[in-house]
Nanobody, 115 residues
Framework: QVQFVESGGGLVQPGGSLRLSCAASGFTFGGYAMGWYRQAPGKERELVGTITINGAGTNYVDSVKGRFTISRDNAKNTMYLQMNSLKPEDTAVYYC????????WGQGTQVTVSS
């Protein structure tokens, strides 16, 4: 069955960096545009950014532009999210999934930005 395993989260001070990984299985990872999503406490899940099938194109929500970078390795069925200059408002559980017609969600990885 389809599975997403997100990892790499943790506690980081404002201005710090983290690199998240998403290991996908159970579907043809290299055949779909993918996205990173996040859900902060008391808020709805939001799409943070997307990446095209071949990784050549990315898009980001305005609040993370210039700070976050998405990449993927189709040979490893893995997607990454490099997060720099982290802010307290980036605190959330981060998830990966297809950009369109999402599969059931994984457990996510907690990112906490706090001094």
């Amino acid at each position: 069955q389809v599975q997403f395993v997100e990892s790499g989260g943790g506690l980081v001070q404002p201005g710090g960096s983290l690199r998240l990984s998403c290991a996908a299985s159970g579907f043809t990872f290299g055949g779909y545009a993918m996205g990173w999503y996040r859900q902060a406490p008391g808020k709805e899940r939001e799409l943070v950014g997307t990446i095209t099938i071949n990784g050549a194109g990315t898009n980001y929500v305005d609040s993370v532009k210039g700070r976050f970078t998405i990449s993927r390795d189709n040979a490893k069925n893995t997607m990454y999210l490099q997060m720099n200059s982290l802010k307290p408002e980036d605190t959330a559980v981060y998830y990966c999934n297809r950009q369109y017609r999402t599969y059931p969600w994984g457990q996510g990885t907690q990112v906490t930005v706090s001094s």
